[in-house]
């Protein structure tokens, strides 16, 4: 059987990796599309997978958000119209579930934050795959299918960070010190229709705790070129943007703490017991608000919380790898269910 994933943004070509591995080990075949952000094309090409690029950023703004969808959804009907592909797969690919309704090909969804817009998802997927985290009572008040939920064991996370070995040789590559507290930080995504400005509050808070603090380096990954100034500016002493990709759960195992305004980072380190803060300032989600209970994960959710959570001399005790095996068997077992109903 032909499947076909559309890796729309960069940490889903991690996500799509250990699937692919055990798709094509029952003997299917699957092809890959991408969108071109994000580094999703430069990680597809370092883990050596082949695929048609379709689609870019999009405009600015709702507007050019909806453009920018519609447009790529008509372009993937265009080019995947004679692929063969029974099913399709994407974590929150919007573009994907019209082009597949467009082919009259099942698709599947999965995504670990309740809060977007489900209606898209709920008109045109097969099946919505969610961590079980999520209870269905959250479901129901975000407005997601009941009748389409399939929930996950774990975290999608898992999928991917107890495959292979990590790099070690990225410290070296940055220039770390053994010495020095190694911080990780992704500032928030400004341009993201759930941005809240707090973020950016927050992130002046934080960057003038890390100045602050002894011998610290600052692994720092941009967003924007206009983010790319505010360590310095706040008066952070060393600070390192890498100039190529590396493969993020090496980079995260490589640091000592990771801070981000949200997305994968902060999610991976409080798996890999590595100390982890998020100030993603957007509406909870319940996958944050269980790992923060359970104590993995710290919440910024004020300048007073950085300066009584963010402690920069605190480092790992040590990095958890978990056991990808039965999720990744779940999530493939998904796929070709619903390629079969």
């Known amino acids: 059987m032909k499947i076909w994933f559309d890796a729309d943004n960069g940490p889903h070509v991690l996500i799509m990796r250990p699937l692919v591995a055990e798709l094509t080990g029952r003997g299917h075949e699957v092809v890959f599309t991408a969108?071109?952000?994000?580094?999703?094309?430069?990680?597809l090409d370092m883990y050596g997978?082949?695929?048609?690029?379709?689609?870019?950023?999009?405009?600015?703004?709702?507007?050019?958000?909806?453009?920018?969808?519609?447009?790529?959804a008509a372009d993937l009907a265009r080019v995947m119209r004679r692929s063969g592909a029974a099913v399709s797969y994407g974590h929150g690919s919007r573009a994907l579930p019209i082009a597949s309704r467009l082919l009259g090909i099942p698709t599947v969804t999965m995504y670990d934050y309740e809060w977007?817009?489900?209606?898209?998802?709920?008109?045109?997927?097969?099946?919505?795959?969610?961590?079980?985290?999520?209870?269905?009572?959250?479901?129901?008040?975000?407005?997601?299918?009941?009748?389409?939920?399939?929930?996950?064991?774990?975290?999608?996370?898992?999928?991917?960070?107890?495959?292979?070995?990590?790099d070690g040789s990225i410290a070296a590559d940055l220039g770390l010190r053994p010495e020095a507290v190694k911080v990780l930080l992704r500032p928030p995504a400004t341009t993201a229709h759930y941005h809240n400005?707090?973020?950016?509050?927050?992130?002046?808070?934080?960057?003038a705790?890390?100045?602050?603090?002894?011998?610290?380096?600052?692994?720092?990954?941009?967003?924007?070129d206009d983010q790319r100034e505010l360590p310095a500016r706040a008066?952070?002493?060393?600070?390192?943007?890498?100039?190529?990709?590396?493969?993020?759960?090496?980079?995260?195992?490589a640091c000592d703490m990771v801070i981000s305004g949200g997305g994968t980072m902060t999610r991976e380190a409080a798996i890999m017991g590595i100390p982890s803060y998020?100030?993603?300032?957007?509406?909870?989600?319940?996958?944050?608000?269980?790992?923060?209970?359970?104590?993995?994960?710290a919440l910024l959710a004020s300048p007073a919380d950085v300066?009584?959570?963010?402690?920069?001399?605190?480092?790992?005790?040590?990095?958890?790898r978990p056991d990808p095996v039965a999720l990744v068997d779940f999530i493939c077992n998904a796929i070709v269910d619903a390629a079969g109903r």
Not at 35 to 43: E, I, V
Not at 49 to 69: D, I, P, R, W
Not at 210 to 219: F, I, K, P, R, T
Not at 239 to 252: M, N, T
Request: hydrophobic share 40%; glycine share 12%; aromatic share 6%.
């Open 35 to 43: 969108r071109d952000r994000t580094k999703t094309c430069q990680l």
């Open 49 to 72: 997978f082949s695929y048609l690029k379709v689609g870019a950023e999009y405009g600015k703004g709702m507007g050019g958000k909806v453009k920018g969808t519609l447009g790529r």
């Open 116 to 166: 977007v817009n489900a209606r898209l998802f709920n008109l045109c997927c097969r099946s919505i795959l969610l961590p079980e985290s999520i209870s269905m009572a959250r479901c129901a008040e975000a407005g997601i299918a009941a009748g389409k939920v399939v929930s996950y064991p774990g975290f999608k996370e898992e999928l991917y960070l107890g495959m292979g070995e990590m």
């Open 209 to 224: 705790r890390l100045a602050a603090a002894g011998d610290v380096q600052l692994v720092y990954l941009p967003r924007t």
């Open 197 to 207: 400005p707090e973020a950016e509050t927050l992130l002046d808070a934080i960057l």
């Open 278 to 297: 998020s100030f993603f300032r957007g509406r909870e989600g319940m996958v944050d608000e269980s790992l923060a209970a359970s104590g993995r994960l």
């Open 235 to 253: 008066g952070v002493r060393e600070v390192i943007i890498p100039r190529k990709v590396y493969d993020g759960p090496s980079l995260v195992a």
């Open 307 to 320: 300066q009584a959570k963010l402690v920069a001399a605190v480092r790992p005790a040590g990095v958890t």
